[in-house]
C-alpha cells in the first residue's frame, strides 16, 4: 500500500470536515468567540492544516507497518500470528505521535495542566485514534484483496476453459487423425501384427487426451509414455527418419507439467520441418537441473503458413494460470529448443 494522491485528498478532506465539525460546536457551545467570519477561516484553516499533517504522520507510519508486516505475516495465512504485532505497532505508533503532537503545541501555547499530564491523556487519545484508523484500512484492503481475488478467480477460470478447448482442439488434429488412419490402412495390408501394435499406440494417444484434458496437472511419467506413444506413430508414419535421445532422470519422474505439453511441443517439430531418410528429424528429450529440455534440428518446411505459435502461447498460458515460471523457446541457427519447468509434487 502506498500514500496516493487518493489517500492525501481523503485525509485533507477528513481534516476540513472534522475542523468544521469542532469549530462549529465550539462556537455554539459559548466555549470559544468568533468575532467575525475572517477569524473563523483563519482557525479554520491552521485547524485544518495541523490536522492534516498529523493524519498524514499516522497514516504514513499505519502504511509502513502495515508494509512490513505483509512481508513478514502475509495474510490469511499468518493472521493469528499478525494481530499482536499489530496491535503492538499501532500503540507505539500512536504513543509516539501524540507526544510529538503534544510537545508541538505545549511550545505554541503552554499547558496550564502541566506537560506530562497532557502527553500522557493526548497519547491515550491519538492511540485509540490509530487503532480505529489501523482497522479501517485493514478492513478496505481485506474488501479490497477479495474483490481482486474473485476479478482473479473469474478470469482464471475463463481463461482456463478457453485454454482447455485450444489444448483438446490442437490434440484432436484433423490432419494427425487422417495421416494415421492412412499408415493403419497401409499396415493392415502389409503386417498385420504391427498394424495392431499401431492401434493400440493410436489409441492409448486419444484415451491419454481425452483423460487428462480435466487436469490441471499430470506427472511426467505419464507425460513421458504418452509421448513415447505419439512417437511411435510418428516412427511408422516417416519410416524411422527419426532419431530420438531420450534421457530422463527417474527421480524427476514424479514432478509435474501440464497435460499434452511435451505433446504439443514434439507435434510442432513434425509440423515445421522437413522428415526423410535424407533429412533425418533428430529429437532430444532430457532434463537440465528442474528443466526438461526438448530440442529439434531445424530443416524448416518451404511453406510456413501454419506457424502461428499457438501451441506456444496455449503452453504459456498454462503456466501463467499454474502460477509458476514460465517456458523457454529458443530458435538458433540451426536447432530449436523448448524448456519447460517441472513443478514440484505436493
Do not use: C
Not at 499482536?84 to 499547558?111: D, K, N
Not at 473469474?154 to 482456463?160: A, G, H, I, P
Not at 499396415?187 to 504391427?194: A, G, P, Q, R, V
Amino acid at each position: 500500500m502506498k500514500l496516493t494522491r487518493n489517500v492525501i485528498l481523503a485525509v485533507l478532506s477528513l481534516a476540513v470536515l472534522i475542523q468544521l465539525t469542532i469549530i462549529s460546536y465550539n462556537y455554539y457551545t459559548g466555549y470559544i468567540v468568533i468575532p467575525d467570519i475572517g477569524n473563523f477561516f483563519i482557525r479554520l484553516l491552521f485547524s485544518t492544516i495541523f490536522t492534516f499533517v498529523f493524519g498524514l504522520v499516522i497514516i504514513f507510519l499505519d502504511i509502513q507497518i502495515l508494509n512490513n508486516l505483509d512481508k513478514i505475516f502475509p495474510l490469511p495465512n499468518k493472521l493469528i500470528s499478525r494481530i499482536p504485532s499489530e496491535l503492538i505497532l499501532t500503540v507505539v505508533a500512536g504513543i509516539i505521535v501524540g507526544t510529538i503532537v503534544t510537545l508541538v503545541v505545549g511550545i505554541i501555547a503552554p499547558y496550564e495542566e502541566g506537560l506530562k499530564w497532557n502527553i500522557i491523556n493526548n497519547s491515550l487519545i491519538t492511540i485509540v485514534i490509530n487503532i480505529i484508523i489501523m482497522v479501517s484500512i485493514e478492513a478496505l484492503l481485506w474488501f479490497k484483496r477479495s474483490q481482486e481475488s474473485l476479478v482473479k478467480t473469474e478470469r482464471l477460470e475463463r481463461e482456463n476453459m478457453l485454454t482447455k478447448f485450444e489444448t483438446l482442439k490442437s490434440q484432436l488434429n484433423p490432419h494427425f487423425l487422417f495421416n494415421s488412419l492412412n499408415v493403419l490402412s497401409s499396415l493392415i495390408k502389409k503386417d498385420s501384427e504391427k498394424a495392431q501394435e499401431f492401434v493400440d499406440e493410436f489409441s492409448s494417444v486419444y484415451r491419454y487426451t481425452l483423460d487428462v484434458i480435466d487436469k490441471p496437472v499430470v506427472s511426467l511419467s505419464e507425460e513421458i509414455e504418452f509421448a513415447k506413444s505419439f512417437l511411435y506413430l510418428q516412427k511408422i508414419r516417416f519410416d524411422d527418419s527419426i532419431i530420438i535421445e531420450l534421457n530422463i532422470d527417474a527421480s524427476k519422474l514424479s514432478y509435474l507439467v501440464p497435460p499434452l505439453s511435451v505433446q504439443t511441443l514434439l507435434e510442432n517439430s513434425f509440423k515445421h520441418n522437413r522428415v526423410s531418410a535424407d533429412f533425418p528429424l533428430k529429437i532430444k528429450i532430457f532434463i537440465e537441473d528442474y528443466v526438461l529440455v526438448i530440442t529439434n534440428n531445424m530443416q524448416a518446411k518451404n511453406s510456413r503458413k501454419d506457424s502461428n505459435g499457438v501451441g506456444q502461447q496455449n503452453l504459456k498460458k498454462r503456466y501463467e494460470l499454474l502460477g509458476d515460471k514460465l517456458p523457454q523457446f529458443t530458435l538458433t541457427g540451426d536447432e530449436y529448443i523448448a524448456k519447460i519447468p517441472l513443478l514440484k509434487p505436493e
